[in-house]
């Protein structure tokens, strides 16, 4: 049971490429989500989803796209990379338990640089 | 909308004293709050969650958390610092309405147990 795997671990971009952020999970959960980390700001998110084929927005949702064809797979793309997102991004999955009362599980995370 | 505060960026101690972590959230109806511990270069970790029922929380590697509907607080104690503790802590809301695995999170606490 790995949990949640997030690849790659670390990257570098130029301005105006565009890249996939990739998550699995093995947990058969509902839910996963995207975040960005960002010193002092906590985490954010920027995509969410509810179950395959369902996605919506967060709080942070422009220049990423997402869409969730499977269960255990939620990829994150960039479109055309900026320095502004330059950022630690995580995934996270959780059950729906009841009403969403479970925990989420966190990835280990993508260290992005856009130069 | 809702939001959290950790007015604390870091909090140091020496180890064998009782370390708190605060947390004050704004949202509307009754929350679910979590708690998350991050490592270096690590993901996030679930410590513990309320949902309903005791105020007080017990969670992992000894901590623990009081939740406070009037003070509309959350605060993260353990009894008896160490230094393996010394990591960066989250408090996180998330409305039991919302969609999805939507959580919110403070700005993160840096927590430094000294020898």
């Known amino acids: 049971n790995a949990g949640v795997t997030q690849t790659p671990k670390f990257q570098v971009l130029k301005t105006g490429q565009s890249m996939t952020l990739q998550c699995a999970q093995d947990?058969?959960?509902?839910?996963m989500s995207w975040y960005r980390q960002d010193p002092g700001m906590g985490l954010r998110l920027i995509h969410y989803?509810?179950?395959?084929?369902?996605?919506d927005q967060g709080e942070v949702p422009n220049g990423y796209n997402v869409s969730r064809s499977t269960t255990e797979d939620f990829p994150l793309r960039l479109l055309s990379a900026a320095p502004s997102q330059t950022s630690v991004y995580f995934c996270a999955s959780s059950s729906r338990g009841i009403r969403g009362n479970t925990e989420a599980f966190f990835g280990q995370g993508t260290r992005l640089t856009v130069v | 909308a809702q939001s959290v505060a950790q007015p604390e960026d870091q909090v140091n101690v020496a180890e064998g004293n009782p370390l708190t972590v605060k947390c004050t959230y704004s949202v509307s109806g009754n929350p679910y709050l979590f708690w998350y511990v991050q490592y270096p270069n690590r993901g996030l970790q679930f410590l513990l969650k309320?949902?309903?029922?005791?105020?007080l929380v017990k969670g992992s590697y000894g901590f623990e958390a009081e939740f406070n509907k009037s003070q509309t607080s959350f605060h993260l104690k353990k009894p008896s610092a160490l230094v393996s503790d010394s990591a960066l802590y989250f408090c996180?809301?998330?409305?039991?309405?919302?969609?999805?695995?939507?959580?919110?999170f403070g700005g993160g606490t840096r927590v430094l147990v000294k020898p």
């Open positions: 989803s509810v179950g395959a084929g369902i996605t």
């Open positions: 309320y949902i309903t029922g005791d105020n």
């Open positions: 996180a809301v998330r409305p039991p309405e919302a969609a999805g695995n939507k959580l919110t």
């Open positions: 947990m058969n959960h509902e839910y």
